[in-house]
């Protein structure tokens, strides 16, 4: 008899938490090797007839009934949870948050649990509901931490559904799903999607110069901003709401995550390019963007607000940076009260 306990912030995984019997006798409550790795957090007790009441841990370490048992405990679980998937999805969905991690971690580490859980295998999305990726689409999904970016909304009102990750766990399945298959993992911040520009806005008409609108605009960001390996679009999003966001490339970022999370502490991060998508479609941009002409060094402050604000909501902020951030905010209230009071 198994369960999966409630996992909460106390939890000590490195406990043994099942008790061995033999028809019915206790036998042991240290049989971690009874159990694959990633099942050892279950609760409960096993009852076999093919266990010796005199085992000892070494003896089970190596007996080939214990090998066996192992396998067809691993497969009862997952054949369990398959099951009740396709009978009951909604009690499945209260369930998994307590058993998503078990799963995860057998889908990364054995290959038969793989193969079965893949079919019950769900991420929750920002709207509450709950997605299962296929094996030929595009998903894109936003991690625990950046819940609060402004990106959310624009995704949403398209009904594009956003998945909710988990790092780095969630990294290691996603990479995993990808090889061999068409599913592909984007987080909301990777690239700009078509379906998110209203092309009937673009600032497309040419001055006397050759140059549209849209074009000047991203010429006084880049100028105001002065960031070393970013490049500036503009771009007339489907909102008004949102001032601007950065675009990381999902392959660098994973690159760049993974190779920070296996440094040792205080080690650079590897350089990522970024693109800073500034909507031409924002009031607040195009006030800025009117401000230079008679106020530059205030437009210039509250472009890079507008920059270090879309950083911040997406944790592209350094420790450093987030100081600089700060300075700039007292210098930028400062400008604010002398222009309020002229």
Known sequence: ILYFPHIHKDFDFNKNHIKLYSNRVFVSDDCKDILPEYLTILKGVIDSPDIPLNVSRSHLQVDKTVRALSGHIA?????????????????????????????????????????????????????????????????????????????????????????????????????????????????????????????????????????????????????????????????????????????????????RDYLARISKENTPSAPIKKTFIVNTNSPLVHSVYKMRQHSPELAGLMMREIYDLAALGQKELSGDEIREFLTRNMKLLEKVAEFATK
């Open 75 to 255: 497969k009862k679980v997952v054949d369990a949870l398959a099951v009740l998937y396709k009978t009951d999805t909604e009690r499945f969905y209260k369930v998994w948050q307590d058993c998503e991690f078990i799963v995860k971690l057998g889908l990364l580490n054995d290959e038969k649990f793989a193969a079965k859980a893949k079919e019950f295998l769900v991420w929750k999305t920002t709207k509450g509901t709950y997605v299962a990726p296929d094996t030929s689409s595009t998903y894109y999904y936003i991690t625990e931490e950046q819940m609060g970016s402004p990106l959310i909304n624009l995704y949403e009102q398209k009904n594009i559904d956003i998945l909710i990750a988990k790092m780095p766990l969630d990294a290691a399945v996603m990479s995993q799903l990808e090889r061999g298959n068409s599913v592909r993992f984007k987080r909301i911040d990777a690239s700009l999607q078509d379906g998110l520009v209203d092309a009937s806005k673009e600032k497309t008409v040419l001055d006397e110069h050759g140059k549209t609108e849209s074009g000047r605009i991203a010429d006084f960001v880049r100028s105001s901003l002065k960031v070393d390996n970013l490049e500036v679009e503009a771009k007339s999003l489907d909102t008004e709401e949102t001032a601007g966001f950065i675009v990381l490339s999902e392959e660098e970022r994973r690159l």
